[in-house]
């Protein structure tokens, strides 16, 4: 592995892996492999391009032309893709919105989080932020900016790796030393900046030290410049089931001062939105 430090690339987001009850999912009955197919083909428009025609599609897919053809028109007569009548290219619809929308004023988590976020940012003029953990990833559900916000290509539905964010390593933390070899085993651990630390010894050495301080934090490690604090939010087990953290631009940043307030705020910040811990 390469010590030579990377510039963070667009993660592309996966196809979902199916979770059941078999080793193989695909190898039951009750799998569609149409469903995964059509799927494949709307996670092909990952942002890198706005518009896709049917070959690369195919290159993308590793379907051929014929199911690249009917996947495409089926998708777009049901509205999720829109078909340019010059280029005679595709490209995602706003329908695809329809999913995020009703995710967020469904998930019982981002209704709770979302006034203790909005607190939490007006109380620190920085930005705040609900994430949960997807596979080996972070996934952003909810992003409070302020005007000094540092990166504004952050959005809702952006995904990062767990392991060298301060949300990802807050959530880890929560979860047993299985599963955390699990993850890391399953993740493309590079280093993205100078200061990412991708060794997974050293991964979980600093997953100890945040269980005993009860946050993460993290400099530089994906984005250059940017500074993030973070504390798990868990359920009733203690289980993290997402994270709050705070990301600051280095050119406002006084370690002095900084981390110790920002550490408190976003501890009692996910202490106040999680789950008492009791069993029902």
Same mark, same amino acid.
């Given at each position: 592995?390469?010590?030579? %430090?990377?510039?963070?690339?667009?993660?592309?987001?996966?196809?979902?892996?199916?979770?059941? &009850?078999?080793?193989?999912?695909?190898?039951?009955?009750?799998?569609?492999?149409?469903?995964?197919?059509?799927?494949?083909?709307?996670?092909?428009?990952?942002?890198?391009?706005?518009?896709?025609?049917?070959?690369? $599609?195919?290159?993308?897919?590793?379907?051929?032309?014929?199911?690249?053809?009917?996947?495409?028109?089926?998708?777009?007569?049901?509205?999720?893709?829109?078909?340019?009548?010059?280029?005679?290219?595709?490209?995602?619809?706003?329908?695809?919105?329809?999913? #995020?929308?009703?995710?967020?004023?469904?998930?019982?988590?981002?209704?709770?989080?979302? %006034?203790?976020?909005?607190?939490?940012?007006?109380?620190?003029?920085? +930005?705040?932020?609900?994430?949960?953990?997807?596979?080996? &990833?972070?996934?952003?559900?909810?992003? $409070?900016?302020?005007?000094?916000?540092?990166?504004?290509?952050?959005?809702?539905?952006?995904?990062?790796?767990?392991?060298?964010?301060? %949300?990802?390593?807050?959530?880890?933390?929560?979860?047993?030393?299985?599963?955390? /070899? /699990?993850?890391?085993?399953?993740?493309?651990?590079? %280093?993205? #900046?100078?200061?990412?630390?991708?060794?997974?010894?050293?991964?979980?050495?600093?997953?100890?030290?945040?269980?005993?301080?009860?946050?993460?934090?993290?400099?530089?490690?994906?984005?250059?410049?940017?500074?993030?604090?973070?504390? +798990?939010?868990?359920? +009733?087990?203690?289980?993290?089931?997402?994270?709050?953290?705070?990301?600051?631009?280095?050119?406002?940043?006084?370690?002095?001062?900084?981390?110790?307030?920002? +550490?408190?705020?976003?501890?009692?910040?996910?202490?106040?939105?999680?789950?008492?811990?009791?069993?029902?």
């Amino acid at each position: 592995m390469s010590d030579e %430090p990377k510039v963070p690339s667009k993660r592309k987001s996966p196809v979902a892996k199916p979770r059941g &009850d078999v080793a193989e999912p695909g190898a039951s009955s009750l799998y569609v492999q149409s469903v995964e197919k059509a799927m494949k083909v709307l996670t092909a428009f990952d942002g890198s391009k706005r518009q896709l025609s049917l070959s690369e $599609i195919s290159a993308l897919t590793g379907f051929d032309m014929s199911a690249t053809q009917r996947f495409a028109y089926t998708l777009s007569a049901l509205g999720y893709l829109l078909k340019d009548p010059d280029s005679r290219k595709y490209e995602l619809s706003p329908r695809l919105l329809d999913f #995020t929308y009703h995710y967020l004023t469904s998930n019982e988590l981002v209704s709770r989080a979302t %006034p203790y976020l909005q607190q939490l940012g007006s109380e620190t003029e920085e +930005a705040t932020n609900l994430t949960v953990l997807d596979d080996t &990833d972070i996934v952003f559900v909810l992003r $409070i900016v302020s005007r000094n916000v540092f990166n504004a290509h952050v959005i809702t539905g952006s995904r990062l790796p767990a392991y060298c964010t301060a %949300p990802g390593l807050a959530i880890l933390a929560t979860l047993s030393d299985g599963e955390i /070899d /699990d993850i890391l085993s399953r993740t493309n651990l590079v %280093p993205y #900046t100078a200061s990412t630390v991708y060794q997974p010894r050293k991964i979980k050495e600093r997953i100890v030290q945040i269980r005993k301080q009860g946050y993460a934090h993290t400099e530089d490690e994906y984005f250059v410049s940017d500074i993030s604090t973070a504390a +798990a939010i868990t359920n +009733a087990h203690g289980r993290g089931i997402g994270a709050v953290n705070i990301a600051v631009a280095r050119s406002r940043w006084q370690a002095d001062r900084d981390e110790k307030r920002f +550490a408190d705020l976003v501890i009692s910040t996910a202490s106040a939105i999680s789950t008492r811990r009791r069993i029902e």
